[in-house]
């Protein structure tokens, strides 16, 4: 599977696409005041990415073990303390709501954790290349 997002701004235009494979679809993103950039930061897409990483993957695992799910609220965290400086204190939590047992719905939630793709490629210090 191949996930790529695209970016393209010049002056009162601003286009976001994400496809995954050859299923691409575009993104309502605002343009930055000034017309200079998104006015969404890549730190608050990379806490949408593990909200929604986990939020997905909390249903894909539930299915898995045939448990019922009826709401999931993730909120994903982290602190930048500069320009140029990587990301610390990087921390989620998750709520389900189901008619499963408190202690069913926590192994989901840990058996999730350890599966979530986006958390595990920050874990792993993945490397990013400039091409």
């Given at each position: 599977?191949?996930?790529t997002?695209?970016?393209?701004n010049v002056?009162?235009?601003?286009?976001?696409?994400v496809?995954?494979?050859?299923a691409a679809?575009p993104?309502?993103i605002?343009?930055?005041?000034?017309?200079?950039?998104s006015?969404?930061n890549?730190?608050?897409?990379?806490?949408?990415?593990?909200a929604t990483?986990y939020?997905?993957?909390?249903y894909?695992e539930a299915?898995r073990?045939?448990?019922?799910?009826d709401?999931v609220?993730?909120e994903?965290s982290a602190?930048?303390?500069?320009?140029g400086?990587?990301?610390t204190?990087?921390?989620y939590k998750?709520r389900i709501?189901?008619?499963?047992?408190?202690?069913?719905?926590?192994?989901l939630l840990r058996?999730?954790?350890?599966?979530?793709e986006?958390?595990?490629?920050l874990?792993?210090g993945?490397s990013?290349?400039?091409?």
């Open positions: 599977m191949k996930i997002a695209t970016v393209r002056p009162g235009l601003h286009e976001v696409h496809a995954t494979n050859d679809r993104l309502s605002p343009e930055k005041g000034g017309g200079k950039g006015a969404v890549g730190g608050e897409f990379l806490m949408l990415a593990l990483c939020c997905n993957d909390v894909r299915e073990l045939h448990i019922p799910v709401a609220f993730v994903a602190e930048f303390p500069g320009p400086l990587a990301a204190n990087i921390r998750a709501t189901s008619s499963a047992p408190d202690d069913v719905i926590a192994n058996q999730t954790d350890a599966v979530a986006v958390h595990n490629t874990r792993s993945a990013v290349t400039l091409e």
